[in-house]
């Protein structure tokens, strides 16, 4: 056996190189988790009694308040947090279309959500305007997961490449 100076280095295989989480992929996964935590927030009081999002739209359902044609989306509201799931899934798996349509997905039905119940006479409550916001950027960053690849490289971080001027 000789000493550690003389012994000779076994190269190890290298591991396979870690993909990178780009800030859209960490924003796209915390704005859709914000989205889905704000929804068990208060949203509106009624009396001395506040209600989350779900409360809510059951309350709404079972007192026949729901316009028509959104009865669907009020029995499926409670999937919310499901649709949300997958956006973050699909991210972590780097499957951009798929985390993007259930971002935009997701936050959309929230918005609409939201804004009913900001459109009612109960009291809003800070759930509901952390939602519509978490929802609006939930949108923004879903259609830009959307985007081909390309067409996000298109402008580099350091902004728009300069073009030659013409000649004279």
């Known amino acids: 056996m000789g000493t550690l100076a003389?012994?000779?280095t076994v190269a190890l295989p290298r591991a396979p190189r870690a993909t990178r989480a780009?800030?859209?992929e960490?924003?796209?996964a915390a704005v859709v988790a914000v989205g889905v935590g704000s929804a068990f927030l208060p949203w509106a009081a009624s009396g001395r009694a506040e209600r989350n999002s779900f409360e809510l739209v059951s309350l709404a359902e079972q007192l026949d308040l729901l316009p028509r044609?959104?009865?669907v989306l009020a029995v499926l509201w409670p999937a919310l947090p499901l649709l949300a799931s997958v956006a973050v899934a699909a991210t972590v798996l780097s499957r951009p279309r798929l985390a993007g349509t259930a971002a935009v997905l997701s936050g959309a039905w929230s918005a609409a959500v939201a804004i009913a119940v900001l459109r009612s006479p109960l009291a809003p409550r800070p759930g509901v305007g952390?939602?519509?916001g978490a929802a609006a950027l939930s949108i923004v960053l879903g259609a830009g997961r959307l985007l081909p690849a390309a067409a996000r490289r298109a402008h580099p971080p350091g902004g728009p490449r300069e073009r030659?001027?013409?000649p004279a």
């Open 22 to 24: 780009t800030l859209g």
């Open 130 to 132: 952390l939602a519509l």
């Open 6 to 8: 003389t012994m000779s």
């Open 164 to 166: 030659p001027a013409p």
């Open 69 to 71: 044609g959104t009865h």
């Open 26 to 28: 960490v924003g796209l």
